[in-house]
């Protein structure tokens, strides 16, 4: 992308957040990365989101970061948007790779430095001064699992800044969602944070979604958010209830660490998470195993697992 008009046109629909593959040394295995890329591309996915709170980025050091964008935008070459995830404590890191990810031709997602005592003025001040950063605009990332939550009206008043053409919205509650909806439809493109939580916010008019378990579950999760775009909602929630027994082991043991061990026992490359986060136990992938299997014993979930 190129332009803030291009990215208001462009981001939309299914975005697939991408997990960075780690080896057992903790490198990041890059083959991996660009075998998962082109997977969930090849079945139609219509953007990627890069170094995302499930991507690890707060795992990373700012070059790994960079090495990161760059490899992934070299890869893709414009054929979906990407979305660069930019979030630090430290404002001039946040400058600095919202920089880059303008530069690159994707549009950086920007969170409120995640400090203690800052405010809303402060806030706003900030993505004033981010705004001008980057020629392909800035989404702005409300994401309560990592720092600050943004209020409905403080999302509004950023909205109004120059330069800002998207939201990520991480708090689906339904006050939030309809409050957003109402005021921001059509002003700026919005995306909800999770697949766990897609159909209520699709159906109020939110632009589209970014899901990591997509990169487990790339075909499933496709079917389940076209069936809702066609208008099929009893279709899309009958498709998203098959996967229950998943979403639920994610919230136990953790989104990054199930989704790789899942792409793993379908023979995939998901790798490691890196210190804090810990694989799962032998148990906990036991679980896993056992709910993967049933779910693909089913025939409308369109999966399959490693021979």
Not at 204 to 217: E, Q, R, Y
């Amino acid at each position: 992308m190129k332009s803030q008009a291009e990215s208001s046109e462009r981001v939309k629909g299914l975005f697939n957040i991408t997990v960075t593959p780690f080896s057992s040394n903790g490198a990041i295995d890059f083959q991996a990365l660009s075998e998962g890329i082109e997977r969930v591309l090849s079945i139609g996915y219509d953007g990627l989101l890069i170094g995302g709170t499930y991507g690890e980025f707060s795992t990373m050091n700012t070059e790994e970061r960079v090495s990161v964008f760059q490899a992934v935008m070299d890869q893709v070459n414009n054929r979906v948007p990407v979305l660069l995830c930019t979030a630090h404590s430290d404002s001039r890191v946040i400058f600095d790779l919202t920089k880059l990810a303008g530069e690159l031709g994707g549009l950086p997602m920007v969170t409120a430095p995640y400090v203690s005592e800052v405010n809303d003025d402060h806030i706003y001040d900030f993505f004033q001064r981010t705004s001008k950063l980057s020629p392909t605009g800035i989404m702005i990332y409300n994401a309560p699992g990592i720092g600050i939550t943004l209020s409905p009206d403080l999302i509004c008043k950023l909205a109004e800044i120059d330069g800002m053409v998207a939201l990520k919205q991480g708090d689906l509650n339904p006050t939030s969602v309809d409050i957003l909806s109402g005021r921001l439809h059509g002003k700026i493109r919005i995306l909800a944070a999770s697949d766990l939580a897609l159909l209520g916010p699709l159906a109020v008019g939110f632009d589209g979604v970014s899901s990591t378990n997509s990169c487990a579950l790339p075909e499933l999760i496709h079917a389940i958010y076209h069936a809702i775009a066609s208008g099929d909602a009893q279709e899309s929630g009958r498709l998203q209830r098959l996967w229950y027994p998943l979403r639920e082991l994610a919230r136990a043991y953790g989104q990054p660490q199930t989704t790789k061990t899942i792409m793993n026992l379908r023979g995939w490359t998901g790798g490691h998470v890196r210190l804090p986060l810990l694989d799962l136990n032998d148990a906990q992938t036991a679980e896993v195993l056992k709910a993967l299997t049933d779910l693909a014993s089913d025939a409308d979930a369109s999966i399959s697992l490693a021979a």
